[in-house]
């Protein structure tokens, strides 16, 4: 007996969920509308959070390519300097150290800039002798500007440079624009909340007479409740699985330019679409706002209505 | 089954609707409640089917003192009184079947007793063959039979009527109270709120007559 309501249970779920998505095909208009809404505000965080991701693995990959520049004091000999980036070969952290001396500095220059004539104006060499260090890789970015500062300190060098600093400035930009996306997330779950709020309401307004009757016959609150819940779960979920799919579309468009400028310039970078997440992802985080939605429209409007 | 004790009800408005009522109904029985217009009759079935609350007294129905019902317990106490009224309170989006049905659908009741009970329930009313229409597309006393075949289907030992026969003519007026007195022999109790002083004058039962709110007249 008990497991025999238990079942008509489950079915009368089943009956309710079916015919609340039943209701929504029924309205196809006002349906659409509001899950383009709701897939939209879902999109963005997603659509977002995946340019960020892919900006880190860019970013990862020339992590390997921090490089140190050594710019030697004026008055040292070529002899010194050399003797120097040998002996700086010798640390542990370091792979390798070149010597470059100011005069090679100065030709350098002169081949890439075309400054030729003017170069040649000038009464001595303006530019100091360099040594180009390659940390070891693999080691964490604090190590390496451990290391920095070490060989700052050392009185043969008049600078030392990290290369590529504006990678870090790129990485706390990442960062930020994670904190960013986040709140943008929060945001846009807030109006989605909003949304399957108010189309609940309304569906509610819609049926107070339905709902009068129900009560005189005795109906509790939870029956009343049940079909709005699962208009809000369909609302959530279907708006979720919109989300994907234009995501997905959207990665279609963009990965084959984006793929052939990586190849362009020889990066094994490839363009991830984090789509099982988002699969996964973006239709539960729907269906939880969407029944959390209906929830709050519920409880809010339910107890106003009663038999009189 | 059904006791009033010095029961008052004032409205918001500060309207004193029942003051001081006193009466009971026995299990089985079957009494009119007449009295003025605004002399307090939709009150007193409001505070049986707990619609509305007595400001003061007891009520008590099957033994349960309905001022110590939790809020949360009403759905199910209200399974139990059958409500019937002047404007029938049909659902008109749904079909005849599926009205009479609702109360059993709430009750969780599973397909097969629902499709049974629901076309005993029309059968009884003479309805039968209506069950796929919309209650649009029906009279008047065909409306009322529906909302009379919805009070029953799940066999309330109470039915609460007010105003049944209100817009209905003479001839279907009787029809109407004639079932009530089928529902009545098989045990129910039937209270019938009517200012239709004819056709109570007609039947044989006990009224209850109220006037601004007082008991006027209590008699078999
Ligand atoms: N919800 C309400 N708020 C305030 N006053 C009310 C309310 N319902 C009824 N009343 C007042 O209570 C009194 C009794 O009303 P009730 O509806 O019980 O009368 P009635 O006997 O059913 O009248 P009728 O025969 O016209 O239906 C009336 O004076 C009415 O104005
Ligand atoms: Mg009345």
Sequence with gaps: MKL?????????????????????????????????????????????????????????????????????????????????????????????????????????????????????????????????????????????????????????VDLAQLDMQWLQRLRSINETGQRGISILAILLSLSVLLVIGNTIRLAILNRQTEIRVIKLVGGTNAFVRRPFLYTGMWYGLLGGVLAWVTLLISLLIISGPIDDLAALYDSQFKLQWFAGQMLFGLPLCGLLLGVMGAWLAVSRHLSAIEPS | MIRFEQVYKRYESQHEALSGLSFELLSGEMAFLTGHSGAGKSTLLKLIALIERSSHGQVIVNNQNLNRLPKWKIPYYRRKIGLVFQDHNLLHDRTVFDNVALPLIIAGENHREIGRRVRAALDKVGLLGKERSLPIALSGGEQQRVGIARAVVNRPPVLLADEPTGNLDPELSREIMYLFEQFNQVGVTVFIASHDQDLINQMSYRHITLQHGKLAENHS
Excluded at chain 1, 11 to 28: A, C, F, T, Y
Excluded at chain 1, 57 to 73: C, D, K, M, P, T
Excluded at chain 1, 77 to 99: H, K, V
């Design chain 1, 4 to 156: 025999f309501n238990i079942h008509n249970y489950l079915l009368r779920h089943v009956q309710v969920m079916l015919s609340s998505l039943g209701e929504l095909w029924r309205q196809p208009v006002a349906t659409t509308m509001t899950l383009l809404v709701i897939g939209i505000a879902l999109l963005l965080p997603a659509g977002l959070y995946i340019i960020l991701k892919n900006v880190e693995q860019v970013s990862g990959e020339w992590q390997q390519a921090n490089r140190i520049s050594l710019f030697l004091q004026n008055e040292m000999s070529d002899r010194r300097g050399e003797q120097l980036a040998e002996q700086l070969l010798t640390w542990p952290d370091i792979t390798e150290a070149s010597f470059q001396s100011a005069q090679q500095s100065l030709n350098e220059f002169r081949e890439i800039s075309g400054l030729q004539s003017l170069l040649d104006t000038l009464p001595n060499n303006p530019l100091p002798a360099v040594i180009i260090i390659e940390p070891e890789e693999n080691q964490p970015q604090e190590a390496t500007e451990a290391l920095l500062e070490r060989l700052a300190a050392l009185p043969e």
